[in-house]
C-alpha cells in the first residue's frame, strides 16, 4: 500500500467508525476482499503474484484499469459474484454503514456463460442473501455504464435498470477510464433511463476534459463523482449547480489525481456549502473503508465531531433511496447519534 500518512489518530477513527454512515459510491469489483480475491485466483490458477499486484497499493488511474481487468479474470462465476456482493454488504455493515448503495457494470461473459442479465441476477441473489442475514442496513443498486460500451450496449444496461427496478435497482452509473469515449454515445440510454424515473450519478472530471465535464454538468445528473480536474470556469459552474458531489479522498491521492488528502478539493466545497458526501469508490483496490475515509477528512481538513455527524447526517438525503427508506434512515441515525453524544458527554 501506498505508504501514505495516516493523518487521523486512532480516537478520530474510532469515533467515525462509531458513526453510522452511508456508501454512495462503491464499485463492486473493487471492493472484493483481498482474501477472497486470491482464493478464487488459486481455484483458477491464476498466478499469486498477480494477486500481490492487486494487493500492491500506490497506483496510478491507469493502472486501476489493468487491476479491474485482472479481478474480472476471477471473478467470473455466478457463485463468486454472489459471494463477492454478499461479502463487500458484511464489511460495510461491520463499518457502521446504514445504508450501501453498490454499484457494478453488469457484463456480458460468454466465455463464462454470463450474460448482462444473469450477472445482474447474480449481484440481487448476493444482495438477497446478506438481507437475509442482516436486518440492520439497507442496500441500493446502481447499474454501472463502461466508458468502453457502446450506444446500444448502455441501453442494454438501462432496460436491465428499468426491468429490475422493483427489485432494487435504483439507477445508473457512467463510469471506466475516463480518457476513453465520448459523452455523446451514453446520453440517449442515460435520457431513456432519466425519463423512466431512474437516477444517475456520473464519474466526471476524473481527468481534465472541460467540454465533457461541461456537457456533463448541463445535463444536470442527480449526483456527480470525483470532479477533481476543473478549471475555474468549471468550478464556479459545480458551485452554482448544487449537484452532490461523491468525494472519495484515498482514492483521489493514490491515483494522483489529488496531490494530497489537505489539497483535496473536499475543503473548499464542504465550506462553500455544496453537497458533498465521503465514499470509498474501491476500499479493495485502495485499502480503505468508509470510517477511514471520514477520518482521513477529519483529521486533513479539522472538522470536530459536530460537523462529522451532520456530513453523515446529510449524506442520506444524497442518496437515491426512497423516501420512506430515508425517513428510516433518519430515525437511525439519529436515534445511534444520540448514544454516540451520550457517552461523549459522560
Ligand atoms: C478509481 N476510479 C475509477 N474511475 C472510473 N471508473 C472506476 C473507478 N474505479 C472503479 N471503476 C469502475 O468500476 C469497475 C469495477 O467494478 P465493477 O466491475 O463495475 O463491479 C471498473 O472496471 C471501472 O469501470
Ligand atoms: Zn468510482
Redesign the pocket.
Known amino acids: 500500500m501506498k505508504t501514505l500518512p495516516d493523518l487521523y489518530n486512532q480516537e478520530q477513527l474510532a469515533f467515525c467508525q462509531s458513526l453510522p454512515k452511508v456508501e454512495l459510491h462503491a464499485?463492486?469489483?473493487?471492493s472484493v476482499r483481498a482474501s477472497t480475491l486470491r482464493e478464487l485466483a488459486a481455484e483458477k490458477q491464476i498466478d499469486p503474484e498477480l494477486c500481490k499486484l492487486i494487493e500492491k497499493g500506490d497506483r496510478t488511474?491507469a493502472e486501476?484499469?489493468g487491476i479491474?481487468t485482472l479481478i474480472?479474470q476471477v471473478t467470473t462465476s455466478i457463485s463468486a459474484i454472489q459471494r463477492i456482493t454478499r461479502e463487500v454488504l458484511e464489511d460495510c455493515a461491520a463499518d457502521n454503514i446504514i445504508f450501501a448503495e453498490l454499484?457494478?457494470?453488469p457484463k456480458s461473459r460468454p466465455e463464462h456463460g454470463l450474460t448482462k442479465q444473469t450477472y445482474v441476477e447474480a449481484v440481487l441473489a448476493g444482495i438477497d442473501a446478506f438481507s437475509e442475514q442482516n436486518s440492520g442496513m439497507e442496500v441500493g443498486l446502481l447499474l454501472?455504464i463502461?466508458r468502453r460500451e457502446s450506444a446500444e450496449e448502455a441501453m442494454h444496461t438501462v432496460t436491465l435498470a428499468q426491468q429490475y427496478h422493483s427489485r432494487g435497482v435504483s439507477g445508473l452509473d457512467l463510469?471506466?477510464?475516463?480518457t476513453l469515449g465520448s459523452w455523446t454515445t451514453w446520453r440517449p440510454a442515460l435520457d431513456a433511463a432519466r425519463a423512466s424515473g431512474l437516477h444517475i450519478s456520473l464519474?466526471a472530471g476524473?481527468v481534465y476534459r472541460p467540454a465533457e465535464t461541461s456537457q456533463m454538468l448541463e445535463w444536470r445528473p442527480d449526483r456527480l463523482g470525483h470532479m477533481c480536474c476543473l478549471d475555474e470556469q468549471l468550478r464556479s459552474s459545480l458551485l452554482a449547480s448544487h449537484i452532490p458531489l461523491e468525494l472519495c479522498l484515498s482514492?483521489n491521492v493514490i491515483?494522483e489525481s489529488v496531490a494530497g488528502y489537505p489539497d483535496h478539493h473536499f475543503r473548499q466545497l464542504y465550506h462553500a456549502g455544496h453537497p458533498v458526501v465521503l465514499c470509498t469508490?474501491?476500499s479493495s483496490v485502495f485499502s480503505t473503508t468508509l470510517s477511514r475515509e471520514y477520518a482521513l477528512a477529519m483529521a486533513a481538513f479539522l472538522l470536530d465531531r459536530r460537523e462529522m455527524l451532520m456530513l453523515a447526517k446529510k449524506s442520506i438525503d444524497y442518496s437515491f433511496a426512497e423516501s420512506h427508506i430515508k425517513q428510516r434512515l433518519h430515525t437511525a441515525f439519529d436515534r445511534a447519534a444520540a448514544k454516540i453524544q451520550h457517552s461523549s458527554a459522560s
Open positions: 464499485h463492486l469489483n473493487g488511474l486501476c484499469f479491474f474480472h454499484r457494478t457494470t454501472s463502461d463510469s471506466g477510464n475516463p464519474h476524473e482514492s491515483t469508490d474501491d
